[in-house]
DNA sequence: ACCTGAACACCGTTCAAGT
DNA sequence: ACCTGAACACCGTTCAAGT
């Protein structure tokens, strides 16, 4: 990535944070970088193409904290608090991860790490997919409800909600690994 | 709700059918119905206004279909499959629903539906919130990433895995209802 | 009570032109 | 290769004025 290009994303980043996702025009960002809003398209091709670009870094912000040592429900938990804790932080991330496809080099990374700790949890190949879409739609909708106030004002209480959950979640992992294996194996 | 008010919002769902979310414009609004823009603020103080508008008349268009016999479990799937049903006939409406908070009257309405058949299958109060959340989050999270293309291009294979989820769901609910009931009677 | 005209401060994007 | 100026077709919203 050049440094151009690093450098409008930046700009994205810190207009978002400061005054929210909507604030995020090419004007705005040119104007922070201190260019023409028409010297962005040299770089990138249109606003939804630099939006994709800030789903990429949103993505690659998000995985140093994935570490791959423990046992796999704590490996998920860490995943789960990462994105909750980047969309409190960033309460505009939960809106764009939700509202385009992760298609980006470290989007397929991230997948590819949930995959690994759902199979040793014992899921099938074949359920792989199903499971890690259930586990992401949930975190990342749970980010965006809490961002959007969905459910109702920030409060304390929705912590202890969101750890019960993930304990849910990760029994009915367990379950669907238990089914499988009844199959397989009479 | 005025006559006024109805064919604004009336002429706000079919311009987000036709042309999506984005042309949803108080210009746009105000050229269907035949008026000035600023004629529309008599009737919504603002856009955001109308948007929640927009979002009341979504969740009234969603109750019919939730109808009050049979098992809690089907009664549950009733109200899954209408979400994931009216979603994909406008893919705008599960992006509204998850970027504003769902306080009307058919809103609350609709939670209560939920509340109830979670009772049924043995939720203790104190759980009903969470289980409630939980449920939806799931369920507005599976329509928007199909609306947003997160889980990739349309795919009939995603009518079957929203089937083996929400039985997944089902199982959960009953595993905290056992739960809670131990605690209860031992 | 309800609507209009003109104006303000914004958008994304194209296109020809500059260095 | 990279950037600029001017322009086009849009935004939401305010305010004074009309009936």
């Known amino acids: 990535m050049s440094g151009r290009r690093q450098e409008i994303l930046d700009a994205a980043f810190v207009i978002a944070d400061e005054q929210g996702l909507d604030a995020v025009s090419m004007r705005a960002i040119a104007d922070r970088v201190g260019v023409t809003p028409m010297a962005l398209y040299r770089h990138y091709g249109s606003k939804s193409a630099l939006l994709d670009g800030m789903v990429g870094h949103l993505l690659t912000a998000l995985m140093p904290e994935a570490v791959s040592t423990g046992p796999w429900n704590e490996r998920l938990g860490l995943i789960a608090h990462s994105y909750r804790g ?6 505009w991330a939960a809106q764009l ?11 397929i990374r991230l997948v590819e790490f949930i995959h690994q700790a759902l199979r040793e949890a014992g899921i099938p190949e074949h359920e ?7 586990v992401t739609t949930f975190v990342i909708g749970f980010a965006a409800s809490e961002a959007s106030g969905r459910f109702g004002p920030p409060d304390p209480g929705h912590t202890a909600e969101f750890e019960a959950d993930l304990a849910d ?5 367990q379950n669907v690994a238990t089914q499988n294996q009844d199959i397989t194996s009479p």
């Open 128 to 134: 792989l997919t199903r499971m890690e879409h259930l």
């Open 97 to 107: 991860l939700f509202s385009r496809p992760a298609i980006t080099l470290d989007g």
């Open 169 to 173: 979640l990760v029994r009915l992992i």
């Open 86 to 91: 980047f969309a409190q932080q960033h309460p």
